[in-house]
């Protein structure tokens, strides 16, 4: 039986990566990278000195079943994102289904994602939460904001910063304007920033103050005052 490890990766800060992490990246047989070259820098910056081979949204289906074989021959295969934990908004869900149901074995590293920092830090309950990962561009998003009124667990979205304004302007028209909110930017990151309030205020915030990098929204859930 081969393994499949999913291995969380920094978000910012390469001190984020766990001993483990590094110890699974340089014993597996074979590393899958969303980009290599991006994981290219990250492992030269540990010394790990493995093979790597290209696994992302837009090859997934054609490899997973090579991948598969692979560990179905007793090999180990780690699979890494860009940034954070695969399967998070990021590939990993497909392979580790087709793992599973072939019998391998797949273990997922506790390690590195955005969105628990941008949670614990917001100052809303964390108690019970609900990720909702980046709402549809374009097709099917009015209704899925239609269908979070009522969410009364704190909400958390991942968004670009050139959409930011965008999505606070309609959750303000959909949920209120003095629903609380927590913008957290460039997590882990020299910039890290996290800016908090409501609606009205964060956007007034990034309407003077455009947002740049990488953005997770925290958004209170519905009380018996908003």
């Given at each position: 039986?081969?393994?499949?490890?999913?291995?969380?990766?920094?978000?910012?800060?390469?001190?984020?990566?766990?001993?483990?992490?590094?110890?699974?990246?340089?014993?597996?047989?074979?590393?899958?990278a969303e980009d290599t070259r991006t994981s290219g820098i990250l492992l030269k910056h540990f010394d790990i000195k493995n093979h790597l081979q290209s696994h992302h949204k837009f090859n997934e289906?054609?490899?997973?079943?090579?991948?598969?074989?692979?560990?179905?021959?007793?090999?180990?295969?780690?699979?890494?994102?860009?940034?954070?934990?695969?399967?998070?908004?990021?590939?990993?869900?497909?392979?580790?289904?087709e793992a599973i149901a072939a019998g391998q074995q797949v273990v997922a590293l506790p390690g590195a994602t955005a969105l628990i920092p941008a949670l614990v830090s917001s100052g809303l309950p964390s108690d019970r939460f609900c990720f909702e990962g980046f709402l549809p561009q374009k097709k099917g998003r009015q209704t899925r904001l239609e269908s979070l009124r009522d969410?009364?667990?704190?909400?958390?979205?991942?968004?670009?910063?050139?959409?930011?304004?965008?999505?606070?302007?309609?959750?303000?028209?959909?949920?209120?304007?003095e629903r609380l909110v927590s913008v957290?930017?460039?997590?882990?990151?020299?910039?890290?920033?996290?800016?908090?309030?409501?609606?009205a205020e964060v956007i007034a915030h990034f309407t003077s103050t455009p947002p740049k990098g990488e953005i997770v929204i925290v958004l209170q859930g519905k009380t018996k005052n908003n």
């Open positions: 039986m081969g393994t499949l490890y999913l291995v969380p990766t920094p978000v910012g800060n390469m001190e984020d990566m766990t001993l483990r992490a590094v110890r699974i990246l340089k014993e597996a047989d074979l590393v899958l289906h054609g490899t997973s079943a090579t991948i598969v074989e692979r560990l179905k021959a007793g090999l180990t295969v780690a699979l890494i994102s860009d940034a954070g934990t695969p399967g998070i908004s990021d590939p990993g869900f497909l392979l580790a289904r969410e009364e667990r704190t909400m958390i979205f991942y968004e670009s910063p050139y959409r930011l304004l965008k999505t606070l302007t309609q959750f303000a028209e959909v949920m209120g304007q957290c930017r460039e997590i882990s990151k020299i910039h890290e920033e996290s800016v908090r309030g409501t609606l």
